[in-house]
């Protein structure tokens, strides 16, 4: 171990070779913090989108509570191509 530290130490070849193992240490490091950066930004991204998601869930959610039974129908029914005539029957029911 001494004597390739000596080497390493005393020449110029083995400064040479100190130098590019270090430059090589520091562009692993610097590549894995790269990397591990846009992990999170990937991460957060995917999360906010989810957030995102969940919040207009919530919204059609109140939404669609708050409709009565006639025009509930006609919001489920209107991109299926069944009749609105279908819903028809529930015009004026109520809920109590």
Known sequence: ?????????????????????????????????????????????????????ERERTQDDAYLQGLEDYNLCLEYLRNSGMQHTECEQLRGVHKE
């Open 1 to 53: 171990m001494g004597a390739a530290l000596s080497f390493l130490i005393g020449t110029k070849a083995g400064r040479a070779v100190a130098a590019v193992l270090l430059l090589l240490v520091l562009a692993v490091i610097a590549y894995h913090q790269i990397k591990q950066g846009a992990f999170i930004e990937a991460e957060h991204e995917a999360l906010q989108g989810t957030v995102n998601a």
